[in-house]
């Protein structure tokens, strides 16, 4: 949540402002000459929360990226097709890196783990 610092004076808002040579920020009026130090260094914090399928999301049209590394040792399970790209990716925090594969086939787009197979 956002809070705005208004001007005990004027009750115009307070924008930050920094002095540079004593290192220090303030919060200025720009219609009286009205400043406060900030007591906090924090002007802004952008928190985004991510929901678990967003994390973990891998875009449709992936398996016709041709930047991705592909191999023929593995069969998709959906449709035994015989191409699939790879990628490493971690799925918790807990755990390390896992390898993820999409299947190549455009019509079908499978995704599994190799913990999975």
Same mark, same amino acid.
């Given at each position: 949540?956002?809070?705005?610092? #208004?001007?005990?004076?004027?009750?115009? !808002? +307070?924008?930050? *402002?920094? &002095?540079?040579?004593? *290192?220090?920020? #303030? #919060?200025?009026? $720009?219609?009286?000459?009205?400043?406060?130090?900030?007591?906090? %260094?924090? =002007?802004?914090?952008?928190? !985004?929360?991510? /929901?678990?399928?967003?994390?973990?999301?891998?875009?449709? &049209? =992936?398996? @016709?990226?041709?930047? +991705?590394?592909?191999? *023929? @040792?593995? $069969?998709?399970?959906?449709?035994?097709?015989?191409?699939? +790209? #790879?990628?490493?990716?971690?799925?918790?925090?807990?755990?390390?890196?896992?390898? /993820?594969? =999409?299947?190549? %086939?455009? %019509?079908?787009?499978? $995704?599994? $783990?190799?913990? &999975? @197979?």
């Amino acid at each position: 949540m956002t809070v705005y610092k #208004f001007c005990p004076e004027c009750n115009n !808002i +307070l924008y930050p *402002k920094e &002095d540079r040579e004593h *290192k220090i920020l #303030f #919060f200025a009026c $720009r219609t009286c000459d009205h400043q406060e130090v900030a007591d906090n %260094n924090c =002007v802004y914090r952008n928190e !985004i929360y991510h /929901s678990a399928e967003e994390r973990t999301q891998v875009l449709e &049209d =992936v398996a @016709s990226d041709p930047t +991705l590394p592909r191999t *023929k @040792s593995v $069969r998709c399970a959906q449709c035994n097709h015989g191409e699939a +790209l #790879f990628f490493q990716a971690t799925i918790r925090r807990e755990e390390g890196m896992t390898l /993820s594969y =999409v299947c190549c %086939n455009p %019509n079908c787009g499978y $995704r599994w $783990r190799d913990q &999975d @197979s």
